[in-house]
Structure formats: C-alpha cells, structure tokens
C-alpha cells in the first residue's frame, strides 16, 4: 500500500525557535498534492498547507513552509519561530486515486517557553 | 450551520447494538469522507462517496456502512458494534473539482466507546 511516514513520534522545541517536521510518502502517480494538518488538544483538523507534485516553489503560508524535494518524496513542514499555541499533533497526508486522503501516523509536538 | 457538523459529540454503546454517526455539511461538496482515528495509527479512511448516490471502501470498512442520497449529508452505520470500533471518528468533505488539490474540511469528531 502506498504510505505515508512520519518518522518523529514526538518532538521538542523551544519558543521562538524553527522546527521541521518530517514526512516522506510513496507514490507512482505524477499528479499528486501534499498536505499538511494540525490537530490541537481539542481535537479539531486544522488545514495548514498544500503542495502539489508540480509546483515549482515551496508552499508558504505565514510561519509555515513546506520543504519539497520531489526527487526524494519528502515534505517537511517548517515552523519558523515556534509559539506556545503551536503545541499539537500534526498529521501529514497525500491525495490518492481520486479525492481521498491517506494520513501519516502523525508528530506531537511540544513548545516549551 | 457552517461547514460540517457531526452527531452525536460522543457516545457509549453496548457491543452488538446499531449506531448510525450523523454528518452534515453545508458547503456543497461533492466528496464526503469517514475517517477512524486510533492512538499511534493517525487517520484511517474507512468509507468515501465522490458525489451523491456513489460510495465506495476505504483502508478499514469492515463493520461499518455509509449511503449519500443527497449532497449533504453522508451517515456511517455501524450493524453490530464491536469493542475494536472504539475509536473518534471524523466527517470530512472536499469540493472534488478534478486536479490533485483537495483540502478536506473536517468535523468536529464523535467519539465512540463500545463496550
């Protein structure tokens, strides 16, 4: 089955500080998108940012950047200058064969002050 | 209502009895989703419908069906509840309009405890 791996379990950071979060995938498609969720302590799905297979730069959106590299099927999510209330799990994911999604086991991560 | 919402928040069912979990959504999206999410396993999709009247298997649907008779709403039932199916459970929906981005809206989650 085509996966996704999020390698970290858990990570720590301090605030004000950059911390990238892994993530690699499989896939044998060509057109594809990369996606990036968070899930604080009340349980909500919260959409971070998307990176389709053929854009040619980096996504951003505010503090997060996602770190494409197509050739080695990763993308990791970089949180520049961490903040408290960035403390959660955060769920990579893939589009597959359509619409659906298929998530990453996820990566707590905890900012401490 | 604005965006999807789900029913019941949370629940505890006898093994054996039937559960229908209710979803929502008000967007007008073609795509619904059931996921499971399980400590250690992230989110596992259990059934999907790309538009209404069309359904189909996930990673994990045994236990559990779904029907869309209409854009809206996308009901999972479980027949017969085993212990295995506790677990929150999330609606998720996307407008499905082709190409590869599909940012999933999610609900806010039931969660389910069978005993």
């Known amino acids: 089955a085509q996966k996704i791996t999020q390698t970290q379990p858990g990570m720590f950071v301090q605030e004000k500080e950059a911390v990238t979060l892994d993530c690699t995938y499989d896939t044998s498609d060509q057109s594809y998108g990369l996606f990036w969720y968070k899930q604080p302590s009340s349980g909500e799905m919260i959409f971070l940012i998307y990176?389709?297979?053929?854009?040619?730069q980096n996504a951003t959106e505010g503090r997060y950047s996602l770190n494409f590299q197509k050739a080695r099927k990763s993308a990791n999510l970089v949180i520049s200058a961490s903040q408290l209330g960035d403390s959660a799990m955060y769920f990579c994911a893939r589009n597959q064969a359509g619409t659906a999604l298929i998530f990453g086991k996820g990566t707590t991560l905890s900012v401490s002050s | 209502i604005a965006g999807i919402t789900q029913a019941p928040t949370s629940q505890i069912l006898a093994a054996g009895r039937r559960m229908t979990l209710r979803c929502t959504q008000d967007m007008r999206h073609n795509a619904m989703y059931w996921y499971r999410q399980d400590l250690g396993l992230g989110l596992r999709l259990i059934h999907y419908s790309n538009t209404a009247g069309t359904t189909g298997k996930g990673e994990v649907p045994d236990g559990y069906s779904v029907s869309r008779a209409n854009t809206d709403d996308f009901p999972l039932t479980l027949a017969s509840a085993v212990p295995s199916q506790t677990s929150v459970y999330f609606c998720a929906s996307s407008d499905s309009g082709g190409g590869p981005y599909n940012e999933q809206f999610f609900g806010p989650g039931t969660r389910l405890t069978v005993l």
């Open positions: 990176q389709g297979s053929y854009d040619e």
